[in-house]
């Protein structure tokens, strides 16, 4: 079936009034059209334009995801048939940067089960995303936890918020995780 411009942009902002704001395309707003995800632990896609916002999925690292929007720092992105948030500092746009190097990338989703692994000594659970943050707990290798957030970079290290039922949450450093198989 063949639209006019104008019937088009009609039917744009019905669909518009469905998903609560028309979203002009990317290009239209000087946004890149596409971004692509840069980070080794990938992005997570937050139901808002902000970390406190309860994250839906987490792309991976070389992930493409198309620009509907941006606010504050923050990308509207479609992705999974929905629209969410990521936050910029995890991706780039696609058409100026070569694609990433994704050859170690590990994605963990919320509520993804993770063991410990050190070389030595202990993990350090700690109360906040950073190595100068107080230590909650200092745990052996094989401790079991699941991923509750993240990732997010601090002091140029990724890390995840996590939980157990014996050591309550905090947050690890991303490269100690390895997941474990999804039951």
Same mark, same amino acid.
């Given at each position: 079936? %063949? ?6 942009? $009609?039917? =744009? ?6 998903? #609560?704001? =028309? ?9 890149? +059209? ?7 632990? #990938?992005?997570?896609? !937050?139901?808002?334009? &902000? ?8 792309? @991976? ?6 620009? $509907?929007?941006? /606010? +504050? ?16 500092? %995890? ?5 100026l940067?070569?694609?990433? +190097?994704?050859? *170690?990338? $590990? ?9 410990? @692994?050190?070389?030595?000594g202990?993990?350090? /659970?700690?109360? @906040?995303? &950073?190595?100068s ?7 052996? *290798? ?6 509750? &957030? #993240?990732?997010?970079? @601090?002091?140029?290290? +990724? ?7 014996? *050591?309550?949450?905090?947050? =690890? ?5 390895? #997941?474990?198989? !999804?039951?």
């Open positions: 079936m %063949r639209r006019s411009f104008w019937g088009l942009l $009609v039917l =744009m902002a019905a669909l518009a009034g469905l998903t #609560g704001r =028309m979203a002009l395309p990317a290009h239209a707003a000087g946004l890149p +059209d596409v971004l692509v995800v840069t980070m080794q632990y #990938g992005a997570a896609l !937050h139901q808002a334009p &902000s970390s406190d916002s309860p994250i839906a999925v987490t792309a @991976s690292c070389g992930e493409y995801l198309s620009v $509907v929007g941006a /606010q +504050d720092g923050w990308y509207r992105v479609y992705s999974g048939a929905i629209y969410l948030w990521v936050g910029g500092a %995890r991706v780039a746009d696609a058409s940067v070569a694609s990433p +190097d994704c050859s *170690n990338a $590990v994605t963990y989703q919320v509520d993804d089960w993770v063991s410990t @692994s050190v070389p030595s202990c993990l350090s /659970q700690r109360s @906040s995303p &950073s190595r943050a107080s230590y909650t707990h200092c745990v052996e *290798n094989g401790t079991i936890y699941q991923i509750a &957030s #993240g990732p997010i970079a @601090s002091g140029g290290e +990724d890390w995840f918020e996590v939980w157990s039922a014996d *050591n309550g949450g905090g947050w =690890m450093l991303a490269q100690f995780l390895i #997941g474990l198989p !999804h039951s």
